[in-house]
């Protein structure tokens, strides 16, 4: 009996031609939904080439380079392939290389959230007696 060898990224060669902005942008993973990604390529913050795009069927080839601000910083994504179908993020992973820049080391000397939701009164006037340097 032969053993079978799972393939690896099928969409990637699947297919050649031109593809949706996005409808790819969706496919890669980069918004949770299409409808989402159209609605950030109309704010007219990407580039694709260094040339702005404001028009989600603007369509994408392979080599195309796309520049976009996601959250807090720059993406960078080179097209390697179009894509058929929306997959696991391993396989999406296999439609683009990344050539964002390094995301900055966190500033240390601003305040950083704590986990654990609201304080309690307690906690308050614990914190409070402290910061005033009483109790």
């Not at 032969?2 to 060669?13: L, N, S």
């Not at 949770?32 to 609605?39: D, E, P, Q, V």
Request: proline share 13%.
């Amino acid at each position: 009996m032969v053993p079978t060898v799972p393939m690896m990224a099928p969409m990637a060669e699947a297919q050649e031609g031109p593809i949706r902005l996005d409808k790819w942008l969706w496919h890669v993973r980069a918004f949770k939904s299409r409808s989402l990604a159209a609605k950030a390529v109309t704010t007219g913050r990407f580039r694709v080439n260094g040339q702005p795009v404001a028009k989600p069927a603007y369509a994408l080839r392979p080599g195309d380079v796309l520049t976009f601000a996601q959250g807090d910083r720059v993406r960078v994504l080179r097209l390697i392939a179009p894509g058929t179908r929306r997959g696991p993020a391993p396989e999406a992973q296999t439609l683009y290389e990344d050539l964002s820049p390094p995301p900055p080391a966190p500033d240390l000397s601003r305040p950083q959230p704590r986990a654990g939701g609201r304080p309690t009164g307690r906690a308050r006037r614990s914190f409070d007696a402290s910061a005033h340097g009483t109790g």
